[in-house]
């Protein structure tokens, strides 16, 4: 949250971090840990996957765009921040 409302901050829109993170449970996301989960590996595209996103994750950052990573699983309604 820290780095978000940095970033946010500097670009010209000022927040704090609590700030961030209230808004963000009120759209339906929810911080949660990483874990590997041992389908992911074996996904035929799963290098294709991580190209594409990274790709556009490196054309926002060149238009000096924010960029939120959000992982999302098919057997829950949550977001994961």
Do not use: W
Not at 28 to 33: E, I, L
Request: overall charge positive; hydrophobic content about 35%.
């Amino acid at each position: 949250m820290e780095k978000l409302a940095a970033t946010l901050t500097e670009i010209g829109h000022p927040i704090s971090a609590d700030t961030v993170r209230k808004e963000l449970v009120k759209l339906g996301f929810s911080r949660q840990s990483n874990r590997k989960a041992d389908e992911g590996a074996k996904h035929p595209d799963r290098d294709a996957q991580f190209e594409y996103i990274n790709a556009k994750v490196v054309a926002a950052q060149a238009q000096q765009q924010p960029v939120i990573s959000v992982d999302t699983k098919k057997k829950g309604a949550d977001r994961q921040l």
